[in-house]
């Protein structure tokens, strides 16, 4: 397997695998992975293409007081299990190599960084977006690889994909969850054992939801409600938003007559935890 440390070591491994006539599947990642990147991954390479990931924690989506500095990282790990799945090549740049000194643009989608996780996270999503356009640009790959637990993020994508006029298709792939129900995220190693158990109530509640909603309950606000109410009764849990959304728009709504996502993100302790469920196809 290939580390690339440079924009132009990305580009000629790309333009080699094109020769070959493979197609470019691109997984981009901040790394310490868990079984949901590997899971991108795979159907990165299931669908038959030469997959190249890359690993970079991206200073730009961090705010002041957020996780920067103790983000998890573990490169030589990370490098084991992406070899595991058949991955070809990882991009793992420095800082400099993608904001060199005198760098100044940002990339924002309007409407759609707005609600959720954007009212408790200003320039998050310009941070994304900014940092996923330019690694399109490295690697121009033909697919791109996507977690759906980022719902957020997942939707943004595929705007700032459509309004670039990017010919790279977006692919959603599932929320893969532990055991018992929790979402996988390279921040659960923040949890403490009490509080791995405390999060087991964000699952539990978006399955009461879906179970409700099957049930024949549109009523939004009943059904956020009854979220917010699970997640209440957890002592070491703090809502930040829970919300019942459309599922395009990410507008909030009264009754669900469209596809809908219940969103919510919530804080034990240090972590800050998301997670969501679709309410319709
Ligand atoms: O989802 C992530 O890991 C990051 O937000 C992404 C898409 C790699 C951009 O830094």
Not at 22 to 38: K, N, Q, S
Not at 121 to 139: C, D, Q, S
Not at 185 to 191: A, E, H, I, P
Request: aromatic share 8%; hydrophobic share 45%; net charge neutral.
């Amino acid at each position: 397997m290939e580390i690339l440390r440079t924009i132009d070591s990305v580009r000629q491994w790309v333009r080699a695998q094109r020769a070959a006539g493979r197609p470019i599947h691109f997984v981009p990642t901040m790394g310490y992975f868990h079984e949901g990147h590997l899971s991108l991954m795979r159907r990165a390479r299931a669908d038959g293409g030469a997959v190249i990931v890359s690993i970079f924690v991206n200073p730009l989506q961090f705010g002041p007081r957020e996780d920067l500095e103790r983000y998890p990282r573990d490169f030589e790990r990370d490098r084991q299990m992406a070899e595991s799945v058949g991955v070809e090549a990882i991009f793992y740049p420095e800082v400099a190599e993608m904001y060199p000194a005198g760098y100044q643009t940002e990339v924002r989608v309007k409407e759609l960084s707005k609600p959720l996780c954007g009212r408790s996270r200003p320039g998050h999503f310009e941070g994304v977006a900014t940092v996923v356009l330019k690694l399109f640009n490295i690697v121009a790959p033909d697919r791109a690889y996507f977690g759906m637990k980022d719902y957020q993020q997942l939707r943004i994508i595929q705007q700032l994909v459509r309004d670039m006029n990017l010919s790279i298709e977006i692919v959603p792939c599932p929320i893969v969850r532990e055991a018992d129900g929790l979402a996988m995220s390279s921040r659960n190693v923040y949890l403490t054992p009490e509080e791995r158990t405390a999060a087991t109530v964000l699952y539990r509640s978006l399955q009461w939801a879906q179970a409700q909603y099957a049930a024949g309950e549109r009523d939004a606000a009943q059904l956020r409600a009854g979220v917010a109410r699970q997640i209440a009764a957890e002592p070491l849990a703090r809502i930040d938003y829970v919300e019942v959304v459309d599922a395009e728009t990410l507008q909030p709504i009264e009754r669900i007559e469209r596809p809908a996502v219940a969103a919510l993100a919530v804080f034990f302790g240090k972590a800050r935890l998301i997670d969501n469920c679709l309410l319709g196809d």
